[in-house]
Each structure stands twice: as C-alpha cells, then as structure tokens.
C-alpha cells in the first residue's frame, strides 16, 4: 500500500464530529477567510501562494471558496507551509 497522500478528508473530520452543514460551512468560511488574511498580509498574488503549494491555481480557488467545503487536511498543512504557519487542529 504506497498511498501519496495518507491522512483524512477534512469532510469526514467534520462528519465525525456531528456537525451539521451549517456549523461545516461556517468553519470552512473561517478557515478561507483566515488564509485569504494571511495571503493579504503577506501580499501574495493567488498565482503565488499556489505555486509555494505546488497545486493549481484552480485547486488554490476551491480552497479560498468559503461555499466549499470539500478540502482534505492534507491541503491545509500545505497551505499553512506556504504560509510559514502550522496546522493545528484540534477536539472540542
């Protein structure tokens, strides 16, 4: 078993946590706005921040796409990397 990517879609996170959609969407609306700050701070372009995640711009846009909520941890940590900061997440 050589998976590239080992660990948890970040839906089935939230799944486990009984939390419904709305409380999903509002996390990942935190969550976008968070990275989208950290961009702004940093003055990164959209084109720029996915290239020092090594996806595509269009990967890029789901992510900032607060409606989305399809996004695996795996995306976060990188995201975090590019942004010189570090994923944490954690149980209620």
Request: glycine share 4%; aromatic share 4%.
């Amino acid at each position: 078993m050589n998976k590239k990517h080992v660990g948890s879609n970040f839906d089935d996170f939230l799944k486990e946590e009984k939390l419904d959609s709305a409380n999903i969407l509002a996390i990942k609306r935190v969550i976008a706005n968070q990275i989208a700050e950290e961009m702004k701070k940093k003055k990164l372009s959209k084109t720029q921040m996915a290239s020092r995640m090594k996806t595509s711009r269009a990967a890029l846009e789901r992510l900032l796409d607060p409606e989305n909520a399809s996004i695996t941890l795996f995306t976060l940590e990188r995201a975090a990397s590019a942004l010189g900061k570090k994923l944490s997440v954690q149980l209620g």
